[in-house]
């Protein structure tokens, strides 16, 4: 069955770098894109940003544009979201998810909270 597992996330300080990876199972990894998303605090889901499978077109919200950074290692089955310059609005529940043809599927999601 697909299984998508975030690790990576906690506490950082604003300014700082988090990395986050997402590893994917049940399914050929690269043959599909992948992306992120997030839930903060009293607000709905937000989408973050999304790579293609073939490495080529890379997507992300205005909020973390030149921030944040989407890369994928085919190799391991696994997504990264390099996120850099945080900012205490970006203290969310990240979710990992692959937007497959027939169905979405979500990872359990990883918290990241950003404060000093």
């Known amino acids: 069955q697909v299984q998508l597992e975030e690790s990576g996330g906690g506490l950082a300080q604003p300014g700082t770098s988090l990395r986050l990876a997402c590893a994917a199972s049940?399914?050929?990894?690269?043959?599909?894109?992948m992306s992120w998303a997030r839930q903060a605090p009293g607000k709905g889901l937000e989408w973050v940003s999304g790579l293609a499978s073939d490495f080529k077109d890379t997507y992300y919200a205005d909020s973390v544009k030149g921030r944040f950074t989407i890369s994928r290692d085919n190799a391991k089955n696994t997504v990264y979201l390099q996120m850099n310059n945080l900012e205490p609005e970006d203290t969310a529940i990240y979710y990992c998810?692959?937007?497959?043809?027939?169905?979405?599927?979500w990872g359990q999601g990883i918290q990241v909270t950003v404060s000093s």
């Open positions: 998810n692959w937007p497959a043809p027939s169905n979405d599927y």
């Open positions: 049940g399914f050929t990894f690269s043959s599909y894109a």
